[in-house]
């Protein structure tokens, strides 16, 4: 992933980074009655208008790891939420929060060691991040959760997460899966996600991939 969209909004004493490689505008930080993130204002981020609490709060809506803050002249590391969790976006990707590790992705960017969107329809051309194909693919899934999974004894940890290769999501470590209804419904410690856009039991992994020949560019 190349990080060439990267652009900083310096203010006194806290910056705002937005990386364009991963925002799908979702356009949770312009939503809200924060006056931090304005869509049609220029700079449309200005955190000299904020709190550091709100700053925070507010730069943790984004789903994608797009949108990271610091305080300058200071490393702020984003604390691990207390528990791993996929949500199933209908017609679209996963949200994953959490303490998470994707493998194989060098340079990970702002903030998706701890928030990420992944691809789910098998379209996107940065696997394995979303990129909006979905919408142009008309990929199409309601987010249902069909099953319950093995439980995990403590929430929390890392989250190792492997795109394998033409292949699934393997997820490894306490998650919980998160239908579009917003209920908890699949929670265990090792899990394959679909990433082709094909699997009949989505958004679990059914070796789909296969039969459609399915390639993600070598992500």
């Known amino acids: 992933m190349a990080n060439n969209k990267i652009l900083a909004f310096e203010g006194s004493t806290h910056t705002v980074t937005w990386d364009g490689n991963l925002c799908i505008h979702a356009e949770e930080c312009v939503r809200t009655d924060s006056s931090l993130f304005e869509k049609d204002r220029n700079p449309f981020a200005q955190p000299d208008l904020v709190a550091e609490g709100e700053l925070d709060a507010q730069v943790k809506r984004c789903p994608s790891g797009a949108l990271s803050w610091f305080r300058n002249g200071e490393p702020t590391p984003e604390p ?4 791993n969790t996929v949500t199933v976006v209908p017609n679209g990707p996963l949200y994953v929060r959490g303490d998470l590790e994707i493998e194989g992705i060098d340079e990970p960017g702002h903030s998706v060691h701890r928030r990420v969107a992944l691809c789910r329809c098998g379209h996107s051309k940065n696997k394995p991040f979303c990129d909006n194909s979905h919408i142009e693919a008309g990929f199409s899934d309601t987010g249902a959760v069909g099953r319950e999974g093995p439980g995990f004894s403590e929430a929390g940890g890392k989250l190792l997460i492997t795109p394998r ?13 998160r239908a579009a209804s917003g209920c ?3 929670k265990g410690e090792k899990v394959s996600l679909c ?4 699997s009949a039991k989505m958004p679990f ?4 991939h296969k039969q459609h020949n399915f390639e993600a560019d070598g992500a």
Do not use: I, K, Q
């Open 80 to 83: 691990a939420e207390l528990e």
């Open 165 to 177: 290769p033409n292949g699934s999501l393997l997820v490894r470590g306490n998650v919980s899966v």
């Open 205 to 208: 992994c059914d070796a789909s």
């Open 195 to 198: 990433r082709c856009g094909h």
């Open 184 to 186: 908890v419904r699949w």
